[in-house]
């Protein structure tokens, strides 16, 4: 994927300019904090997740990449669009009205 970049730099050089480069190793982190919040089930929804999981999801970061410094306000908030973004493309594909017959045969 473009936009990534492995490092397990402090927060100051993870940027270029006034845009924080995304970062391998955070994304994974905030992956399985998202799972792992999503398992215990106290700020799940019936859409997603409750209103204060952001807040959450930073504290729990802090706790796997300490030197990162992602806020949820700017930094997770951005990243999960950015996800949504570019993976509704993969969801209209394969679950899409108009697929042109593409899709998930899960018995192959």
Not at 8 to 20: C, D, F, L, V
Not at 79 to 88: M, V
């Amino acid at each position: 994927m473009s936009g990534f970049t492995q490092s397990t730099a402090t927060s100051s050089q993870n940027y270029q300019g006034n845009k924080r480069k995304r970062v391998l190793e955070e994304d994974v982190a905030l992956i399985a904090c998202m799972v792992n919040l999503h398992n215990v089930g106290t700020f799940n929804a019936d859409t997603g997740f409750k209103i204060d999981y952001l807040n959450e999801l930073e504290i729990m970061l802090e706790n796997f990449l300490p030197r990162a410094m992602l806020k949820a306000r700017h930094n997770l908030e951005s990243n999960i669009k950015t996800w949504k973004n570019d993976w509704a493309i993969v969801y209209d594909i394969l679950k899409g009205k108009d697929n042109s017959g593409i899709g998930w045969d899960e018995h192959r």
